[in-house]
């Protein structure tokens, strides 16, 4: 069966790094474009960064640009998020959801677009 497993997760000072994985299987990952949400309290799950499958785009929101990168190594069915000068309001649960398909174009935002969701890591930035 589909599953997207976080990890990295944790407590980290502002302006310090972190590197969330998304181990995934039952799928090949050459095949799907993968997402990376996050989800703070109270608030709604919003897009983080997508990385398509067959043509290497990638996608950022804007808050993250210039921060975050998204790879990915599909010979290790696993996807890279990181973070680096993380700020407080970085501070969420971060889930990585396997898209419908290859290449999300203007819909990588679209949580209804991704049919497959991980259990989440928390990151927490705080001094």
């Known amino acids: 069966q589909v599953q997207l497993v976080e990890s990295g997760g944790g407590l980290v000072q502002p302006g310090g790094s972190l590197r969330l994985s998304c181990a995934t299987s039952g799928f090949t990952l050459a095949n799907y474009a993968i997402g990376w949400f996050r989800q703070a309290p109270g608030k709604e799950r919003e897009g983080v960064s997508c990385s398509s499958s067959s043509n290497g785009s990638t996608y950022y929101a804007d808050s993250v640009k210039g921060r975050f990168t998204i790879s990915r190594d599909n010979a290790k069915n696993t996807v890279y998020l990181q973070m680096n000068n993380l700020k407080p309001e970085d501070t969420a649960v971060y889930y990585c959801?396997?898209?419908?398909?290859?290449?999300?174009?203007?819909?990588?935002?679209?949580?209804?677009?991704?049919?497959?969701w991980g259990q989440g890591t928390q990151v927490t930035v705080s001094s």
């Open positions: 959801a396997r898209y419908r398909g290859p290449v999300p174009y203007g819909l990588w935002r679209s949580r209804a677009m991704y049919h497959y």
